[in-house]
């Protein structure tokens, strides 16, 4: 019986020890997530993206292509308000596309290399790769990582959750939270495909312009009637509406809203005109910033952005880019009575 249950004994700590072999640590992942990076040629993934940044979540199909080393197509999309937008980077520069206003605009810009990117891939794992505090956990199909964000002014952004799939490294989810550890930005990933093929002019910005405007066909002219005025919904202390300004234009009216307290900003809005079929592309300074529901241009002191038929801009002096960033991304309601 003694000789018996040593055996039954020696036996289960062979079974331990082989389960303890099989576990990988936190530096064996991160060393794969390396080699993984090295060794695929590019990747095409679907996602939808959910930003609970105003008073009602707004979901957004993306879909992205990277060819290695540097050549990246997004496409953002709204169905449901028949939205579209794209943002192109090949040998030429980094371009973003608005088909159903025919507008291309030019950047001079090292994205995605300046900033955390949700849906990237390679951005994801350079997130992990560089936090040396990062957080490690794994469950029975993935591995979750906590880092922190490389965003250009992360106290808004400061942490995220990447979950990853055991069999492939591939990203299942990812979740950009406030201090809080409240989501809000969520990116739930459908489907990934490593070395992925793609054609020579897959990343050509004209061919890639014709393509989505044969799914969101060139506006005749934007709607005539009147827009309505829209308002920030994520306020910040000791700031705020002092003043609503309406002037006539050549399309309609610009509305100015001023707002003043503890820090100070101007939100300008106007009709957006749909631009010829012989129009050049537009050179920008400053760098692309994704908002969620479009793509903008952010300087040191504005970011602009068209959506909806209405052109966007904030200017400011005191906000940092990633509070103006928060504040364009809640610009989506009615005032708030």
């Known amino acids: 019986m003694k000789k018996k249950l040593l055996m039954l004994l020696a036996g289960l700590m062979v079974v331990f020890a082989l389960s303890a072999c099989g576990s990988k640590s936190q530096e064996d992942v991160v060393k794969e997530l390396g080699n993984k990076l090295e060794d695929i040629k590019g990747y095409k993934a679907e996602a939808k993206m959910t930003l609970q940044m105003g008073t009602d979540p707004q979901t957004y199909d993306i879909e992205v292509w990277h060819k290695d080393p540097d050549f990246y197509r997004v496409n953002l999309k709204n169905a449901q308000k028949?939205?579209?937008?794209?943002?192109?980077?090949?040998?030429?520069?980094?371009?973003?596309?608005?088909?159903?206003?025919?507008?291309?605009?030019?950047?001079?810009?090292?994205?995605?290399?300046?900033?955390?990117?949700?849906?990237?891939?390679?951005?994801?794992?350079?997130?992990?790769?560089?936090?040396?505090?990062?957080k490690f956990s794994a469950t029975k199909d993935h591995y979750v990582f906590e880092t922190k964000t490389r965003y250009q002014n992360n106290q808004m952004l400061p942490v995220q959750e990447i979950t990853l799939k055991k069999s492939d490294l591939s990203p299942v989810s990812v979740k950009v939270m406030d201090p809080d550890k409240n989501a809000l930005v969520t990116v739930d990933f459908s489907n990934v495909k490593f070395n992925a093929s793609f054609d020579k002019k897959d990343f050509d910005m004209?061919?890639?312009?014709?393509?989505?405007?044969?799914?969101?066909?060139?506006?005749?002219?934007?709607?005539?009637?009147?827009?309505?005025?829209?308002?920030?919904?994520?306020?910040?202390?000791?700031?705020?509406?002092?003043?609503?300004?309406?002037?006539?234009?050549?399309?309609?009216?610009?509305?100015?809203?001023?707002?003043?307290?503890?820090?100070?900003?101007?939100?300008?809005?106007?009709?957006?005109?749909?631009?010829?079929?012989?129009?050049?592309?537009?050179?920008?300074?400053?760098?692309?910033?994704?908002?969620?529901?479009?793509?903008?241009?952010?300087?040191?002191?504005?970011?602009?952005?068209?959506?909806?038929?209405v052109d966007y801009m904030i200017a400011s002096n005191d906000l940092s880019p990633e509070e103006m960033t928060m504040i364009a991304r809640s610009v989506q309601g009615d005032m708030v009575k």
């Open 82 to 134: 028949d939205q579209s937008q794209m943002i192109l980077r090949n040998a030429d520069g980094v371009f973003v596309l608005t088909p159903a206003l025919n507008k291309s605009f030019r950047f001079q810009s090292d994205w995605p290399e300046n900033s955390s990117q949700a849906y990237l891939y390679e951005s994801l794992v350079k997130d992990i790769m560089e936090d040396k505090e990062a």
């Open 206 to 309: 004209q061919k890639n312009m014709t393509g989505a405007q044969l799914e969101v066909p060139v506006m005749a002219e934007v709607d005539e009637q009147e827009f309505s005025v829209k308002y920030p919904q994520s306020e910040m202390a000791g700031v705020n509406l002092v003043e609503e300004k309406e002037m006539k234009t050549e399309n309609g009216k610009r509305v100015v809203l001023t707002f003043d307290g503890e820090k100070s900003f101007t939100l300008v809005q106007e009709k957006a005109t749909v631009m010829p079929a012989s129009s050049s592309v537009t050179s920008v300074n400053g760098e692309p910033i994704d908002l969620g529901f479009t793509i903008g241009a952010l300087s040191s002191n504005t970011i602009s952005w068209t959506y909806q038929g």
